[in-house]
């Protein structure tokens, strides 16, 4: 209720501020065998891991995961695994000047207004981007429960900084060993390009990630209110930079007619319902259940808040009042992002998943 | 968690299928005291009747509502507002002919996968556009709690078969009274020709619904999972057409800088924080948490399915086959989804209002 | 939330007030497939319909079921199963007098409290046993999903006026054949006589309910939180009456050894995990999850507090008053419970069922 | 949904085995601004420590809480507070040889059955008494939020091996200085006496433990399936060791006749509703809801499964076995689940009481 769960049967609660203890999260229902280690939330939290990008922060995070508690002689139990990852590379002085601003474009505002002036002001505190660890780690559990159905999730950068890789050329399976993440190599050294000028202008940059699901069955999702539209609606909009997110032809859906967006169905016996589409305009999603076919999703990312400039503002007192924020701040959300939209359709996916196959009790 | 229940506080729970006995639902967590009558809930559902625009289906729908519950003496009691809506003017006969084949771009095939093979192919069962009625219903008691605290939603049509209304143009206040409840006069005659033009090609349009809420306080949502973005979206998308959402500037901030989209604030005694904005590129949302201003969201709404031209598809025994959708249907989702809309923006905020934790707990 | 809504997959939301237009609910999560029609449900709500025996009340109570939604040539859909029972023999006018005072021993004073003074005081409102009819309707439903995997849910009422069933007299199967759903025909003369006894005095009776179920898997139930012992005592204690729910030995093992009230285990290969165990102090529970052998609770239900007597009380003005509460009521709330207590049982249990994770999820 | 959550608005999410790496919890929806620090949760913790009284194991357990989360410059922030307790104390050795037995009395057989044959069986893994540990660190802060509410959790052990406190001979408010966390200075010496002869018979005793709340105001708990006697019937008995709860005259109002069980109404201006009870057999809660009166709940708690002697049961392959629990084991579940149902009953009032809070929107 208060927020910091997600899903239904395979619930993930979050916790943790930027500059507090730990951060982490209890991954609760998970089915017991699953083969898991420590090893598999630290890859998936490495990709998120800063420094390593032109449009990265220098800043280092060690993001050591430990797994608490779920897990015993190298299988999942069924009982909630629990993980953290302290905080080490914490430079709190670096914020103590943020204590009585409000930064624009940032959550300062809404959490004062929120929790009555009370806020844990360090780094953002729980509205930090590390926020986003716990999801990555939880994610990644996800992501092999999905595998262990043949199921994959693929997320790749598709435009930055109004840069788009055109449709056709988007190759998603391998976007994890290119720089930013993205769907193409061709697109990079205009990509480094975009990124230099607006680090040569003080600025930030914006852009849209692309998700795909492979070999997710037909029929998950629940017809009204929990359409798997919807859920992954949720689940990507929850991320903090992003601010839309469409399914299939998304907002070019409301420029077709009817006879292009529909998708025809054709015998295949290839396909397990004995049917597969000519086309895919719907993204995978029927309905609001999956049908089949690849679930293509892309969501809007905007450009980083933090921006190396002094802004106008006010102070907590209402008086008008600059800030200048310092920190060490990445330049887009892209590449970071990426692998937290990624683990969140996992999560949304894992879940119906198993929702489903309770709800076929009778079959 | 089988999906046909929406919100935490303010629980909707809605049931019905197109050609069964009735539809309605169970409006759960209404605060005692809040004045109600049938009135209110037809009002609401009067708006969202076929066959008063262009673009409009012939059939007609009486959709008499009835409360069973939670009503005496002029004023909800705290307990649950159960209502339902007859099914008067079904014609199962149109139908028949569907059930055994899947129509594209419908939920036929997804209900079938989901349900192993069970299905009530009547006017779509429960995956019909008439199960928003409940929806509906169920918003307009949210939109008077709303209303008790000085908040207003507003839809308007913003572009229908590509032709959009001018952002600037957009006037969200009188929608209700225009045709296609359209955000502007102007457009409506460019409309017009656009269906009519689908309408003689047997075809159907898509368009895009934009929803503005005016009046919310700060801090409405939670910051992590829940934030006010994400349940937004979860319950726009979560209505059968709507195929992407995007808050304030949405898929364009993709493409600005941060020194362009971050929202500079100001000192302002007129506002209660005592500060305001001087831009709304956030559409009212900032970290997941309403800031004050006015929430702005879009919807891409896809075109009809049910096209009046013989479409391929596949039989429930994986044959070949064609399929002409007889039946009444409108050529757009626009106009009747802009209620919809409404609706369900009305039933997460109302929720997000409820469980806004009151200042005063701790004070 | 406001808890109108009972389960987690399968979802019963029931609404109404003894003296409104209908009341009913609304079952989500059953899965599609299972036959189902109205007698199913009619069936389960004869069997606690008052003025068949010497404990009951005059008031005749129609209660004819229909179901609205759901169910499609004879099975469920898997879609939402809407049901309603419209009031028919209200007589408001028996209640009027109460509008200004507390009934002893009623939930007058607390819904007063809780919902600011606003109340639908007709025949107690919401807090009317009436309201036990939905629960009773879906309960029917969670049955037949019982016994489609050969779990079976026995009830009967054990002591009455403080005369009780010796444990080795009790006959859980047959008791809806006999008066009071009694667990032995021997104990039938001596409640008679305790209730001509009582009625004579002008008071009321208590009584023990017991409930068993056969056939239940080893398994369901969650560890911790949601042991189904814990899930069962919340859904026992949510009836009205009922004050004290046990399993097994009950509040007898606080007087018991370890040595007396543990359970060996014996090899069995007749038993699906090869072992049975000796005897069932346990009550068919260990550590929060079924084990395999019946599942055994009791329930005391406190005397009916509309005693045909003046009693003092207060007035909403808080003045002394005196109440008498003419209206027609039963003289314990045994028998009528025994249904009620029966569907709260296979509610809870069809649901823990469901939310079991198939063994094969993994595997 | 899987069970290791409770609550709505205020809920404990908990973690961990008895020999993992650490146990703890996290603990979402306290207010912004409560006064909060390690040592409110160390000193609960140090209640339920073992070790101190005669019917205790000499097993040391340092839990040493540490909060993650949640808490800045001394105050809760709204986010999740997370807390862990290392496991220190471990010796696994000592439970190496039950892996392939199930111990009779113990979740080892259902666990097993639940979770197709994985089980952490180092001292009983997560059905470990160590688990309720979270419990009476999140209780902990429930029970800050009832006090800045003046309402005050009280328990007290009321009956041990068959030998109980009268009932006008209870003291609740100063249990936790006297031995046992006993209701009475009286019962002691016989209590000594009760535990040195089952320690001499190698055998466990069981109890029955009383938990009184004062101060809550009238109206908390939602008056159908979550009465608030359901959801406390809920939290106690999701304890391990209890088989019973009752409220009020419990069981024995199953022998009172209404006139003796009804507590009639008074006129009373120092009550907030301006009226009191002259007597309290309802236990504080009529029709599910909080009357304003002290709730008063009873639990029976079972005799300890693991007692020193040689018990017959099956091993994991069927056969007959023979098991010995050396191990360092409790005589009694009293004293150590005393400050666990006060836990409890702290975290659902709590709760309830931010849930109730949240209704009261037009009042």
């Known amino acids: ?10 619930k993930l609660t979050t916790f943790g501020e930027s500059h507090g203890a730990a951060l982490g999260g209890v991954l609760d229902g998970c089915p017991a065998g699953l083969a898991l280690c420590e090893d598999d939330l630290q890859r998936a939290l490495d990709l998120r891991k800063p420094g390593t990008g032109p449009a990265s922060t220098s800043r280092r995070e060690a993001d050591r995961v430990q797994i608490l508690s779920g897990v015993f002689e190298g299988v999942t139990t069924g009982t909630p695994i ?10 709190s002085g670096d914020y103590g000047n943020l204590a ?4 624009p474009g940032h959550a300062d505002w809404t959490y004062w207004n929120k929790y009555n002036g009370i806020r844990d002001y360090r780094g953002g505190g729980r509205s930090s981007g590390r926020e986003t660890a ?4 939880g994610g ?5 429960l999905l595998a262990a159905r043949g199921i994959a999730v693929y997320a790749a950068a598709v435009e930055l900084g109004g840069i788009a890789v055109p449709e056709a050329a988007r190759e998603m399976t391998k976007s994890l060993s290119r720089p930013y993440f993205a769907a193409s190599d061709d697109v990079v050294p205009l990509w480094n390009g975009a990124v230099e000028a607006a680090r040569r202008d003080g600025d930030t940059l914006g852009g849209v990630v692309q998700v795909v699901v492979k070999g997710a069955p037909a029929g998950l999702g629940e017809p009204v209110f929990d359409k798997i539209s919807a859920t992954l609606a949720q689940a990507l909009m929850s991320v903090g930079a992003v601010k839309g997110v469409e399914i299939g032809e998304g907002f070019a859906a409301a420029r077709l007619r009817g006879s292009e967006n529909n998708d025809p169905l054709i015998p295949d016996l290839d396909h397990p319902g004995g049917a597969a589409f000519e086309s895919n305009h719907a993204g995978g999603i029927l309905g609001g259940m999956t049908s089949g076919q690849d679930i293509v999703l892309r969501c809007a990312v905007k450009p980083i808040a933090s921006i190396p400039r002094e802004q106008r503002t006010v102070d907590t007192r209402g008086r008008a009042a600059t800030v200048l924020i310092a920190g060490r701040h990445d330049l887009s959300a892209i590449p970071r992002i990426v692998p937290v939209l990624s683990a969140m359709t996992a999560l949304a996916l894992a879940d119906a998943l198993l929702l489903q196959e309770r709800m076929g009790f009778l079959a």
């Open 100 to 103: 009585q601003v409000f930064r």
């Open 1 to 10: 209720m208060p927020g910091n769960t997600f899903g239904r049967i395979l």
């Open 140 to 144: 990644a559990v996800a992501q092999k």
């Open 82 to 91: 629990a993980f953290s990852i302290a905080n080490t590379d914490q430079r």
């Open 134 to 137: 716990a999801r990555v780690a």
